[in-house]
């Protein structure tokens, strides 16, 4: 992603990253900054305690595309994978709301993270296929 002309890369703070917030937030873009809804801070979040981004080492995004009608939930690490107890909540949360999951790993190559990132799906066979007609062609998710 791009802020403010800067190039942002996985592995790489925002240059406004104070590590606690953001030193310009008064003149943040709106995309990506404004329109961004990490999962934990929304009113009646449905994440437990336990998976604020700092502890679970994951940042959802809900409802971040949609498929077939059905919203689609995003999962991204912080760090280069999402713990194996943050993925089994996702998983089952996805299961029991009806609600398919994407989430990513970043690639690591010669020990850094590459901009692009593998990214694996969670939900019916028809939603794990289409997902991966969109990667086989090239194509963007979101």
Same mark, same amino acid.
């Given at each position: ?60 995004? *809900? ?56 990214? *694996? ?5 028809? *939603? ?15």
């Amino acid at each position: 992603m791009s802020i403010n002309g800067v190039e942002i890369h996985p592995g790489s703070p925002c240059p406004h990253s104070t590590g606690e917030g953001c030193d310009d937030y008064e003149h943040r873009p709106v995309d990506p900054c404004v329109s961004f809804y990490c999962g934990w801070v929304l009113p009646d979040s449905p994440l437990p305690e336990w998976m604020k981004p700092q502890r679970a080492k994951v940042i959802v995004l *809900f409802d971040k595309l949609r498929w077939q009608g059905r919203p689609v939930d995003l999962a991204v690490p912080v760090g280069r994978r999402i713990p194996p107890r943050a993925l089994n909540w996702l998983k089952r949360f996805s299961e029991q709301h009806g609600r398919p999951l994407l989430f990513t790993e970043q690639i690591v190559v010669d020990g850094r993270f590459q901009r692009e990132q593998q990214v *694996f799906c969670h939900g019916p066979p028809d *939603f794990q296929e289409a997902v991966q007609e969109v990667l086989k062609a090239g194509g963007r998710l979101w």
